[in-house]
């Protein structure tokens, strides 16, 4: 039996990252990774078992990763595309996001439908996307790949990031 492992987050879809995140068992972390059986697991080659484990590994600790942000995805045809005006979200965006961000791994996909909608208007360098209802379609984002969850999220930390250093150094000409 050929067991297909998966080599980078690229290969892993939002489905199969909630499944693991829902389990600490190597055993069972394994075969949702694989697609395969727990008994298939259990007879891999220890060479194989340590393949997929570092791929684990990297999975718990992407920050040593690099990631391109992808503005605009395409899930099952659609484009779907990231709030072009983040300082625009309404009030229900924003506290439906905030809430949602309380348990981020149990609340992904609701949390991706909030900051993804689909693309309503595009040119070369401008789009549109559809006004958030409260009641956008989750399951389509279990189709979405680690990559691009991770990239949306070090978007959002570059940011914090930004402003927070932006914050103590406005905070610094103030005490002068």
Not at 39 to 48: A, C, D, L
Request: glycine share 4%.
């Amino acid at each position: 039996m050929k067991i297909t492992v998966p080599t980078s987050i690229a290969d892993i879809t939002v489905k199969k990252w909630i499944k693991l995140s829902k389990t600490d068992d190597v055993v069972k972390r394994v075969a949702i990774l694989c697609d395969i059986t727990q008994k298939t697991v259990k007879s891999m080659t220890i060479e194989s078992m340590e393949t997929v484990n570092s791929l684990l590994e990297e999975l718990e600790d992407p920050s040593q990763t690099e990631f391109e942000f992808f503005p605009i995805i395409e899930l099952k045809g659609e484009k779907y595309g990231i709030h072009p005006n983040l300082s625009e979200l309404t009030v229900g965006e924003y506290a439906d996001l905030e809430t949602a961000c309380v348990d981020s791994d149990a609340n992904l996909l609701k949390i991706l439908s909030i900051l993804y909608r689909k693309v309503t208007e595009e040119s070369k360098d401008f789009y549109q996307i559809a006004p958030y209802t409260g009641s956008e379609n989750r399951k389509i984002f279990n189709d979405m790949t680690m990559d691009k969850v991770f990239s949306l999220l070090a978007f959002f930390l570059n940011i914090g990031l930004t402003f927070m250093k932006d914050s103590v150094q406005s905070l610094e000409g103030v005490e002068r």
